[in-house]
């Protein structure tokens, strides 16, 4: 059994938070996957269903960002889950927006809700960090995390949600490498082989030399043409 669990705050007022960018990836994968109602259990939201062939259970705590861990430590004793087999997506000020990383073990790096599970699991369970960005003073930071993501993030947060959910089944398989595949080809999908750069057409504008029409001017001839 895979636990994923999102982190954020409760509450309308902070659904479009930064802060809440790992509740609003669990709520894609939920909804594209076909899991389970959200229901109230473990002082969170869970809901169930199957990534990858693997029984999930998703876990949105309700306990407020700063005891997380209160949460996540209730529902991995419940059902027996391991550290190595809980993954838990949260925002990253260390990253730029788009940016994704996945990573097993280590330090909470002074994330509030990382430090509560530390604090009830140990540091041995995997993250998701989504990148939200920094305000360039550390003294920002509550503020800039507790604020909406702007409307001109929209499109790429859409996609950036879409690609978590492509790869949520290899998630859950352990493939981190195919997740972050998944999330790249949604935030940076490659070019159509028909597809050609601006500067391109603008060159074909002009009817290019070939054997069957040669031009014969002279330089100056050329050089002429180009003032006619």
Do not use: C
Not at 60 to 84: D, I
């Amino acid at each position: 059994m895979r636990l994923f669990v999102g982190l954020g705050n409760p509450g309308a007022k902070y659904a479009r938070n930064r802060h809440n960018v790992g509740f609003m990836a669990l709520d894609r994968i939920a909804s594209d996957h076909g899991f389970s109602p959200w229901r109230a259990k473990f002082q969170g939201q869970t809901a169930e269903g199957t990534l990858g062939g693997t029984k999930t259970l998703l876990l949105k705590p309700q306990t407020f960002m700063n005891k997380s861990g209160q949460s996540v430590g209730e529902t991995a004793r419940f059902y027996k889950v391991s550290p190595a087999d809980i993954m838990v997506f949260h925002d990253e000020i260390d990253l730029a927006p788009q940016k994704v990383k996945v990573k097993q073990g280590g330090g909470h790096a002074g994330h509030n809700g990382l430090r509560s599970i530390h604090a009830h699991l140990g540091d041995g369970y995997g993250r998701v960090r989504l990148g939200v960005g920094h305000p360039g003073h550390k003294d920002a930071v509550p503020g800039y995390v507790l604020r909406d993501f702007p409307k001109a993030d929209d499109d790429w947060l859409d996609d950036l949600m879409r690609g978590i959910s492509d790869g949520a089944a290899d998630l859950a398989r352990g493939d981190a490498g195919r997740f972050m595949n998944a999330v790249a080809l949604r935030l940076n999908p490659p070019r159509s082989s028909t597809t050609q750069p601006k500067s391109a057409a603008r060159a074909e504008t002009a009817a290019p030399e070939t054997p069957d029409h040669p031009d014969n001017r002279t330089a100056l001839q050329r050089l002429a043409d180009r003032f006619r």
